[in-house]
């Protein structure tokens, strides 16, 4: 708690003595009963205000309090909290981020917006609060998640030059995330077969790997693999 400012009949006292009786800051402060920090505030507070001493004629203690102790600036606009139900709903929309959602809150709010780091914390203060998910173990080994990703990645025909966009298979193993991805032309059924039923010798052996040494798992749809799909069987 601040220490209670003395009278400004005193601290005009404080600057007689120092300007005109010559007295040292703790000579000043034994004689008015002060502490010797607030010897020093005061005449600091008196030199950066350009204080002259003998005080000019017709200034009066109301004057000397506005010069050592201006009014405090007028609070500045309280910042708008964004709108994160909204940017909790729109973050499902494909190609939508955070970065997006902040420069459209931003641009919407130019002189009461948070920062980006900002933004980013307070949603992720939001999130936590929302209702808790379940959880799952995984055993290793057990599962495969295959799915397609969102996006599509253009790709160049180096004869004709031509852009086509390809797909992207992704398969996981859902104990050690190790993570398997092929580009695909469709998302029909001989690619998702394909993609399926052909993965590389680095899976199969990670998926070996996973489940501990001497244990056998291939990674295939032949009845010898749990596949999990992601959203199509």
Not at 12 to 39: C, D, K
Not at 45 to 71: I, K, N, S, T, Y
Request: proline share 7%; aromatic share 10%; net charge positive.
């Amino acid at each position: 708690m601040a220490n209670p400012r003395i009278s400004m009949r005193k601290l005009i006292e404080v600057l007689r003595l120092r300007h005109t009786a010559g007295l040292s800051y703790r000579q000043i402060a034994a004689s008015l009963n002060l502490s010797y920090g607030a010897v020093s505030n005061y005449l600091t507070r008196a030199a950066a205000a350009a204080l002259a001493w003998p005080l000019p004629d017709g200034m009066g203690e109301g004057e000397v309090e506005q010069l050592l102790f201006p009014a405090a600036a007028a609070p500045t606009r309280p910042r708008v909290e964004p709108d994160f139900p909204t940017v909790h709903q729109e973050l499902r929309r494909k190609g939508v981020t955070l970065q997006l959602l902040w420069e459209e809150y931003r641009a919407a709010q130019p002189t009461a917006s948070y920062s980006y780091p900002q933004f980013c914390a307070r949603y992720r203060a939001w999130c936590s609060r929302l209702k808790l998910s379940l959880r799952q173990v995984h055993k290793a080994g057990e599962k495969l998640f295959v799915d397609y990703c969102g996006p599509t990645v253009p790709v160049i025909e180096g004869l004709s030059g031509a852009v086509r966009p390809a797909h992207i298979f992704v398969a996981v193993l859902g104990a050690s995330n190790y993570t398997y991805a092929e580009a695909t032309w469709t998302e029909g059924l001989p690619d998702w077969i394909g993609s399926r039923c052909v993965f590389p010798p680095d899976v199969e052996h990670n998926a070996t790997q996973e489940r501990g040494a001497g244990a056998h798992h291939k990674a295939s749809c032949r009845g010898k693999c749990s596949l999990t799909p992601g959203r199509r069987e």
